[in-house]
């Protein structure tokens, strides 16, 4: 996603907090707001396993919702996210019930919320990473 683009993005997320989000625009804002990593950066299947991982921590602190048969968003219930896996970068869950939902939804004020808490959490887990390197080589390498 270009400079220009992404401030847009963030513009309209402000404009319209309760609005929902497909989950593959989601993943990708969260994605390359913490890695950096945009689509033209990466390889086509690495990006959209990226994409579907990162669906995976949106579930963890988000309410996620699709689409029903009458056009409705539908929470998609917190057993079937447990224990599922996203595929198309976050386009499709399928539940271990064998239930397959589409048109995967958040809200939008859920993803920005999920963006601070998830490079929180990266940042945290970085730091830890580093202080263990210096702790393990030592003083003298």
Do not use: W
Not at 28 to 39: C, E, K, Q, S
Not at 55 to 79: F, K
Not at 96 to 112: A, D, K
């Amino acid at each position: 996603m270009a400079k220009k683009d992404m401030h847009r993005l963030k513009r309209r997320l402000v404009e319209s907090p309760f609005k929902p989000m497909k989950m593959r625009v989601a993943a990708a804002l969260v994605y390359h707001n913490i890695t950096g990593t945009t689509r033209t950066t990466a390889s086509g299947q690495e990006y959209e396993a990226a994409l579907a991982d990162t669906a995976i921590a949106l579930c963890q602190v988000a309410d996620v919702y699709y689409t029903n048969t009458e056009g409705r968003l539908t929470l998609i219930p917190e057993d079937d996210l447990m224990h599922g896996r996203f595929e198309h970068a976050g386009d499709d869950f399928h539940a271990r019930s064998g239930q397959i939902y589409r048109n995967i939804m958040l809200r939008r004020s859920e993803v920005m919320d999920a963006v601070v808490i998830l490079r929180k959490a990266r940042e945290t887990i970085d730091n830890a990473q580093a202080g263990s390197h210096s702790a393990v080589s030592g003083p003298f390498g």
